[in-house]
């Protein structure tokens, strides 16, 4: 039987709209009172496992799922063993650098050398400020990282974006986009070559759908 990994969150509802429209109804998951963390679809095709974001990869690498929907940040910052298959149009978001408006800086190469980056993205940052040979110090945080500069803490922050509203409201301004992410459609890569549970059936129907959409 296919199994899908979906993410709890705001790519959750659109997740869920996108497989009903290829036969595949996970609705339940939004019903308000269900504590549920695996349900079928109502034909019995299929089942889907309500994970954290973060988790989603986790469990295609593993194989607990053939089928994971997945923003793009994460699938960056964990650098799975994990088929990347569609780019499914919805849950945009960016990566950027930010900083106290109040604050001097309005580049990232105005920075002082060794200072401190909070984020949650430990990986990403390290890395997007390595291509900059700008040496810093990245403070992992997991919590609201726009305290950090607040705080005095550090002097940037590397963070996901949407609306840009609540950095706005902390007196933050972005100075730089490392990228953009959308949510994905990934797989288990021996899944995806032997066709497990028709996966293959299901991947292709949702490329159209996503398609008519765009």
Same mark, same amino acid.
């Given at each position: +039987?296919?199994?899908?990994?979906?993410?709890?969150?705001?790519?959750?509802?659109?997740?869920?709209?996108?497989?009903?429209?290829?036969?595949?109804?996970?609705?339940?998951?939004?019903?308000?009172?269900?504590?549920?963390?695996?349900?079928?679809?109502?034909?019995?095709?299929?089942?889907?496992?309500?994970?954290?974001?973060?988790?989603?990869?986790?469990?295609?690498?593993?194989?607990?799922?053939?089928?994971?929907?997945?923003?793009?940040?994460?699938?960056?910052?964990?650098?799975?063993?994990?088929?990347?298959?569609?780019?499914?149009?919805?849950?945009? @978001?960016? +990566?950027?650098?930010?900083?106290?408006?109040?604050?001097?800086?309005?580049?990232?190469?105005?920075?002082?050398?060794?200072?401190?980056?909070?984020?949650?993205?430990?990986? @990403?940052?390290?890395?997007?400020?390595?291509?900059?040979?700008?040496?810093?110090?990245?403070?992992?945080?997991?919590?609201?990282?726009?305290?950090?500069?607040?705080?005095?803490?550090?002097?940037?922050?590397?963070?996901?974006?949407?609306?840009?509203?609540?950095?706005?409201?902390?007196?933050?301004?972005?100075?730089?986009?490392?990228?953009?992410?959308?949510?994905?459609?990934?797989?288990?890569?021996?899944?995806?070559? +032997?066709?497990?549970?028709?996966?293959?059936?299901?991947?292709?129907?949702?490329?159209?759908?996503?398609?008519?959409?765009?």
């Amino acid at each position: +039987m296919l199994t899908v990994a979906l993410p709890k969150g705001e790519l959750l509802k659109n997740s869920i709209r996108l497989l009903q429209s290829v036969g595949l109804d996970f609705s339940a998951f939004l019903d308000s009172g269900t504590r549920q963390l695996q349900i079928f679809d109502t034909k019995g095709l299929a089942k889907a496992l309500l994970v954290r974001a973060q988790d989603v990869p986790v469990y295609v690498e593993y194989g607990q799922a053939q089928l994971g929907v997945v923003g793009y940040d994460v699938l960056r910052e964990k650098q799975p063993q994990v088929a990347h298959l569609v780019d499914l149009q919805f849950g945009y @978001c960016r +990566m950027s650098v930010a900083v106290k408006a109040s604050s001097s800086y309005r580049s990232p190469l105005d920075l002082p050398p060794h200072g401190r980056v909070a984020s949650k993205y430990v990986n @990403c940052a390290r890395e997007y400020f390595h291509s900059l040979d700008l040496p810093v110090e990245i403070v992992p945080l997991y919590g609201s990282v726009e305290l950090g500069p607040i705080t005095g803490m550090s002097e940037a922050i590397v963070d996901l974006v949407s609306t840009g509203r609540t950095m706005r409201e902390n007196g933050l301004i972005e100075i730089a986009t490392l990228y953009e992410s959308t949510a994905r459609l990934i797989a288990h890569p021996l899944s995806y070559r +032997m066709n497990t549970g028709n996966v293959s059936d299901v991947i292709a129907k949702l490329r159209e759908a996503v398609l008519v959409e765009v």
